[in-house]
């Protein structure tokens, strides 16, 4: 009998989310094509992928959003929305740890441990939150019942992710525009030493010029 409870409760009996079974199986997919692609001679390279394991195998990256949602999202999922995908991962722990790439990690989402993930769980809170949160055109319904009911703890914890993700947004927006004025002060300077160089070949030509 006890032999028979062990084996019933063990955790390892349940099999990992589906959403973490078809991003995994995506990845080893791409990483098969690439295999395959090196032997054949056909290059491949990162250039050319869509999304893959990082070098250490500790996460992955999605290196073409846009075809990321227009050919691989259709295929394992039934929608081609990256920002679901997002907050999917969002739903499961995963953290997003480069503000120049789409690279996201999970300590127990490696390359090669695929029976770690069955130990990935959602977030306690997650389920109340996301169905409304996912689907627009049932939120407002799902609002309004939280609203005639008295349930301020749904709403609380709906408006925390908001806030949440907003400020997520406005982070990266700082990012990019650190990142623009940079661009723009190399341009800056480049054009600098151009009209310097520019400046000085002028000045020896005329210099030339009056020697003779």
């Given at each position: 009998m006890?032999?028979?409870?062990?084996?019933?409760?063990?955790?390892?009996?349940?099999?990992?989310?589906?959403?973490l079974?078809?991003?995994?199986?995506l990845?080893?997919?791409?990483?098969?094509?690439?295999?395959?692609?090196e032997?054949?001679?056909g290059?491949?390279?990162?250039?050319?992928?869509?999304?893959?394991?990082n070098d250490e195998?500790?996460g992955?990256?999605?290196?073409?959003?846009a075809?990321?949602?227009?050919?691989?999202?259709?295929?394992?999922?039934?929608?081609?929305?990256?920002?679901?995908?997002i907050?999917?991962?969002?739903?499961?722990?995963?953290?997003?740890?480069?503000?120049?790439r789409?690279?996201?990690?999970?300590?127990?989402f490696?390359?090669?441990?695929k029976?770690m993930?069955?130990?990935?769980?959602?977030k306690?809170?997650?389920?109340?939150v996301?169905?409304?949160?996912?689907?627009?055109?049932?939120?407002s319904?799902?609002?309004?019942?939280h609203?005639?009911n008295?349930?301020?703890?749904?709403?609380?914890?709906?408006?925390?992710?908001?806030m949440?993700?907003?400020?997520?947004?406005?982070?990266?927006?700082?990012?990019?525009?650190s990142?623009?004025?940079?661009?723009?002060a190399?341009?800056n300077k480049?054009?600098?030493?151009?009209?310097?160089?520019?400046g000085?070949?002028?000045?020896?030509?005329?210099?030339?010029?009056?020697?003779?």
């Amino acid at each position: 009998m006890s032999c028979y409870n062990s084996t019933s409760l063990s955790p390892r009996n349940k099999g990992p989310a589906p959403f973490l079974s078809k991003t995994y199986a995506l990845l080893e997919e791409g990483e098969e094509e690439e295999e395959e692609e090196e032997v054949s001679g056909g290059g491949g390279g990162r250039n050319n992928k869509i999304a893959s394991w990082n070098d250490e195998g500790t996460g992955f990256v999605v290196w073409s959003p846009a075809e990321f949602s227009e050919l691989t999202l259709p295929r394992y999922f039934k929608h081609n929305n990256f920002s679901s995908f997002i907050r999917q991962l969002n739903t499961y722990g995963f953290k997003k740890t480069s503000s120049r790439r789409w690279e996201f990690k999970h300590e127990k989402f490696q390359r090669g441990q695929k029976q770690m993930l069955v130990e990935i769980t959602r977030k306690k809170s997650e389920p109340s939150v996301f169905p409304p949160f996912l689907k627009a055109s049932s939120s407002s319904d799902e609002d309004h019942h939280h609203i005639i009911n008295g349930d301020d703890d749904g709403m609380s914890v709906h408006r925390q992710t908001l806030m949440e993700e907003n400020q997520n947004l406005r982070r990266e927006k700082v990012e990019l525009q650190s990142q623009i004025a940079q661009f723009k002060a190399l341009q800056n300077k480049l054009l600098d030493c151009v009209a310097q160089h520019t400046g000085i070949t002028d000045n020896n030509h005329q210099e030339t010029s009056t020697a003779r």
